[in-house]
């Protein structure tokens, strides 16, 4: 590392090939430091997003709103166009901040982030570096320190380094938070005509099916089984209205493994058989 006024550090910088700006996340500058008691940054607005690591220490963040207090194991982001200060807390460090960071763009970056719970409201979040995460920032900074400027190698370790940050933060409440249930939703909006099960989209979030139809009911007023039912109801009715199919083509085109199982739910949901509802239309 280079010394400078406050800090021991390294900085790398880069130059994105069209590949990776065609996709929707890329990294413009990476570094790692050690700092000096006396470290200080900012006020100072940045271009990009940049996330960095506590690997050691403590620091301080200000964003002009919020002031919050990290240490080993957390994470801070810098949004563009807001003006932050970060420096040592000297009086409760047994040992000097350590951190890594990497500053990056894409229009997919914000979704990534909101997946780990993180925005201009909530810029920070604890306990999520573990040594698997560790591994992946190095495995990263260390293709900028060779200067191998492998395109797809430097994207499939930035996609690794977040999806094994969502793995750490799995249980946390800033990433388990309201959203996944409108993931929930999602999933059975996309796949209700597949033979899909409850249980398939409770593992899709990681959560117990029990838990997540007592949140589901509680958010939408109705059991996910219930709503994933509906959907199928309400599209068999359409289709039997609007298109010239058999009553076997709707059932097995709504994810029905055999015509007997939809024709009983059919019934029960609207009184009547869909044969019987088919030739009600005329």
Not at 34 to 44: D, L, N, R, T, W
Not at 146 to 170: G, V
Request: hydrophobic letters at 40%.
């Amino acid at each position: 590392m280079q010394e400078f006024g406050n800090e021991f550090a390294d900085f790398w910088y880069s130059i994105p090939q069209d590949i990776q700006t065609a996709g929707g996340c890329w990294v413009v500058r990476a570094g790692q430091n050690i700092a000096k008691p006396s470290y200080h940054v900012g006020p100072k607005v940045i271009e990009q997003i940049s996330i960095h690591w506590i690997l050691q220490g403590s620091v301080r963040v200000t964003n002009g709103h919020q002031i919050v207090i990290l240490s080993r194991g957390d994470l801070f982001c810098l949004f563009p166009g807001i003006s932050y200060v970060y420096e040592t807390m000297e009086a409760s460090n047994t040992l000097p901040l350590q951190m890594a960071w990497l500053a990056m763009e894409g229009d997919q970056l914000p979704l990534m982030l909101a997946d780990l719970g993180l925005s201009t409201a909530v810029f920070w979040t604890k306990g999520i570096v573990n040594p698997t995460v560790i591994g992946a920032i190095h495995s990263v900074l260390e293709l900028f320190e060779k200067q191998e400027h492998d395109p797809l190698r430097e994207q499939s370790l930035l996609f690794d380094l977040f999806w094994k940050m969502k793995i750490s933060a799995k249980g946390s409440t800033s990433v388990a938070g309201t959203h996944w249930l409108d993931q929930v939703k999602a999933y059975l909006d996309l796949h209700f005509t597949e033979n899909i099960r409850i249980e398939d989209a409770a593992r899709q979030v990681g959560i117990h099916r029990s838990h997540l139809s007592v949140a589901f009911v509680k958010k939408f007023g109705c059991s996910p089984q219930h709503y994933l039912q509906k959907l199928r109801m309400e599209k068999g009715a359409r289709l039997l209205r609007e298109c010239d199919w058999s009553v076997t083509e709707v059932a097995l085109s709504l994810g029905y493994p055999e015509l007997y199982a939809f024709t009983r739910t059919f019934t029960k949901y609207y009184g009547v058989s869909p044969r019987a509802y088919k030739g009600q239309l005329g």
